[in-house]
């Protein structure tokens, strides 16, 4: 599994945030790694001025006595792990938790979804961290089911044209068995692709092709990347409990299909950036499968990946 050293735990102190605290201090516990709590909220009016010190106060207070019912639950002493707390006040939220993670080499960030816990896709600051933010992102939703049945799926494409996409989708695997290990102990695999070339002969080109023989050539494609698949699954040594979900289809219809159907709790994927441009956001259809899932997400990024967010 990919070690995490250095936590970010993003907060607005607003809300139950227990369900993402847990997870954000259990990661930290497993990889005895120290974890930063940041209080993102706005600013006071200059008028309020002289309230400032008793409002960030009261949302430190408020996230430490989170904090402190958390490890209580994981049954840690509040010696145990290493916790700091900060309140930063101003606009553009994303773009501050980003520059922390440029300057002080954070590996993961963890939050709580924004909005509705259990409304499909992701809002504003969600989506700017998902697109912006160079380690991986982990949003979490409410579980459907019990810690030690927690279903996790990755979602993985096995064409890899380029070395950078080869290393992710082997890191994506590996992360995501290591998280079912510690779950269900079965990981889903996800992966899928739109042969384009069976629609559009058997629908709109006039041609004289039987179905018998498009119907082998589709069976020839899906065998060959299944093969593909199969490949990287032996690749990343990711053997055991495997329930592995693979079609010809629209990614952005299957995925959210397989995750409802298999009540999926957390999705590990990779957000799709060109390695040495800034500011290349994820493509099309991976922001369409982001707004229709409603499970926790776990997104890493390309090694190489660098944001579009100037470092001061």
């Known amino acids: 599994m990919q070690n995490f050293h250095n ?16 997870q954000a201090l259990s990661v930290a516990r497993n990889n005895r790694a120290p974890v ?6 706005p600013d006071l009016p200059e008028e309020f001025g002289e309230y400032k010190r008793v409002y960030m106060d009261a949302l430190s207070e408020r996230v430490r006595e989170s904090v402190k019912n958390v490890l209580g639950s994981l ?17 553009t939220p994303a773009e501050r938790v980003i520059h922390r993670v440029q300057r002080d080499d954070y590996d993961l960030v963890v939050k709580s979804v924004e909005g509705k816990k259990q409304r499909a896709g992701f809002k504003a600051m969600d989506m700017e961290l998902l697109r912006k933010c160079p380690c991986p992102v982990w949003l979490c939703r409410p579980a459907k089911h019990s810690p030690g049945d927690i279903r996790v799926a990755v979602a993985v494409d096995p064409d890899c044209k380029e070395p950078n996409s080869y290393d992710l989708a082997i890191r994506l695997l590996r992360l995501s068995h290591s998280l079912a290990d510690s779950c269900s102990d079965e990981l889903h695999i996800i992966s899928c692709w739109d042969y384009d070339v069976d629609a559009y002969l058997r629908r709109n080109f006039p041609i004289n092709v039987s179905d018998e023989q498009l119907n082998r050539a589709t069976e020839s494609a899906r065998s060959k990347h299944r093969s593909k698949l199969d490949v990287l699954i032996n690749a990343a040594g990711i ?12 990614p952005d219809r299957f995925i959210p299909l397989v995750i409802e159907e298999k009540k999926i709790d957390l999705l590990v994927m990779g957000t799709v950036g060109r390695t040495g441009i800034p500011g290349f956001i994820m493509g099309n259809t ?8 409603s499970c926790s997400l776990l997104a890493l990024k390309p090694r190489g990946y660098v944001s579009p967010v100037k470092v001061y």
Do not use: P, T, W
């Open 239 to 250: 053997g055991d409990v495997l329930d592995i979900h693979h079609a010809i289809a629209r």
């Open 75 to 91: 049954k840690l002493g509040e010696d145990e792990l290493e916790v700091d707390i900060e309140v930063d006040c101003g606009s």
């Open 286 to 293: 991976a922001e369409n499968i982001l707004q229709k899932i």
């Open 36 to 41: 930063k709590v940041v209080v993102v909220c």
């Open 7 to 22: 936590i970010l735990f993003v907060s607005h102190a607003i809300g139950d945030e227990s369900g993402s605290l847990m």
